[in-house]
């Protein structure tokens, strides 16, 4: 079997962000897969920005990081300057400009979700491209494709932080 | 190789590296827009599919936008240079506001101005890979206009991109005539957007259609059209054909 060390950390990934009556709920599964090697079987995909917004990464492992971590930064200085916490619109929007200025380069799916006092819980999908497209719920990652038809036909508008959760376990 | 943090100076986010941007391929696409004159103005209609590939991921993208109080852009394309464009567009009409001389940029002036950005990414060879359609009224005098991803503009009584260049188009050269009321614009987008849902296979039927006139820009509530599926073949499919293979 051709197990290739040498090929790009990707994630082979499945993430997921849902709105609910109250704020968002994100998932993601564990796996960092090298090839056909299992890189890492406990990863964090979900990753703190600020206090009230989160992302989830897919993609290759190392861009979506560095994302995140340039982001992190930006947004604590705008906190600072700002006096209050960042909104998740704003998150998002860095995380945009990162992503499409930088597309020819970076290949990572990103979902940001948080809460704000302004808007509330929100969810943005941020593609490969850099597109950005506010929605109810998200999923990314290669493992997503699987759960196109399942979210179709499960979403429904305020559910509870419950049903959210075990949505999103089940898938 | 560095990883280039934007720096916004007032005119538009630059990369610090010169050669890490050439030919680009698309993501998140969205498909035709069909756009007419019609008596009072300007019609548009599309759908609100964002494909990814051959996936139909996102449907619910407006692909249409008002720009000022006079315009409104339709794209096709690459919806995230389509953004992009909006919020160049956004710090024109900013500038054009701050001014305060009572003018305001109509849609002649952001045709053109939309010509040269695309053009000039062009031969920089880091196309904005859009399809754009400009349509607008003002002081009277309805313009329509389009946009490529080459810098090929021009204007038109009536606009279709994508595959609606090759399905829309013919219908709207004969059915299209001056004077249009509203009805029948209406009408006739709503049989070319038939058309392309039958046809193009990243259509979907959710679709909007904008009305640009002298007092405004209105981008109508998401709809679907009827369709018709009741051929003969159909009513009885295993007739004639008992048993499998």
Redesign the interface.
């Known amino acids: 079997m051709d197990l290739n060390l040498d090929a790009p950390h990707s994630m082979g990934t499945t993430i997921i962000g849902v709105t609910y009556n109250g704020g968002v709920v994100l998932g993601a599964d564990s796996r960092t897969s090298t090839g056909m090697y299992v890189a890492n079987r406990a990863s964090d995909k979900i990753t703190q920005l600020t206090d009230n917004v989160y992302v989830c990464r897919s993609g290759s492992a190392a861009d979506s990081q560095v994302v995140s971590d340039y982001v992190r930064y930006f947004l604590h200085q705008h906190t600072i300057q700002l006096g209050q916490p960042a909104t998740v619109k704003v998150s998002a929007n860095l995380i945009r400009m990162l992503a499409y200025n930088n597309k020819n380069m970076l290949q990572t799916g990103l979902i940001v979700g948080g809460w704000d006092k302004y808007e509330g819980g929100k969810i943005y999908g941020i593609p490969l491209g850099g597109t950005v497209v506010e929605q109810p719920f998200a999923i990314g990652g290669s493992g997503s494709s699987y759960l196109y038809g399942f979210f179709d036909q499960a979403w429904k508008e305020n559910m509870t932080k419950e049903e959210a959760e075990v949505k999103i376990i089940y898938a | 190789?560095t990883?280039?943090?934007?720096i916004d100076n007032g005119d538009s986010?630059k990369?610090a590296e010169a050669d890490?941007?050439?030919t680009?391929y698309?993501?998140?696409t969205g498909t035709s827009i069909v756009a007419i004159k019609y008596k009072d103005g300007v019609l548009m209609a599309s759908d609100m599919g964002?494909s990814?590939g051959s996936?139909l991921?996102?449907k619910?993208?407006e692909r249409m936008k008002a720009i000022g109080k006079h315009s409104l852009l339709g794209a096709s394309g690459?919806?995230?240079d389509f953004?992009?464009i909006l919020r160049y567009l956004d710090e024109l009409v900013l500038n054009d506001n701050m001014w305060d001389d009572g003018n305001s940029l109509g849609p002649k002036e952001v045709h053109n101005y939309l010509t040269r950005v695309m053009y000039n990414r062009r031969n920089k060879f880091n196309p904005l890979w859009n399809t754009l359609v400009l349509g607008g009224v003002k002081n009277g005098e309805s313009y329509l206009g389009m946009v490529s991803m080459i810098g090929v503009s021009f204007e038109d009584n009536h606009v279709a991109t994508g595959f609606g260049n090759h399905l829309a188009r013919p219908i709207l050269r004969d059915e299209w005539h001056a004077d249009l009321s509203f009805e029948d614009g209406v009408k006739l987008l709503e049989k070319c957007m038939r058309v392309l849902l039958y046809r193009d296979r990243s259509a979907i039927n959710k679709l909007q259609i904008a009305k640009i006139t002298e007092e405004g820009v209105t981008v109508s509530q998401p709809y679907s059209l009827n369709t018709f599926w009741e051929f003969k073949a159909f009513h009885n499919p295993t007739a004639g054909a008992e048993g499998s293979w």
């Open positions: 190789m990883f280039t943090i934007p986010v990369n890490s941007q050439r680009l698309p993501y998140v964002g990814y996936t991921r996102y619910n993208i690459e919806i995230s953004q992009e």
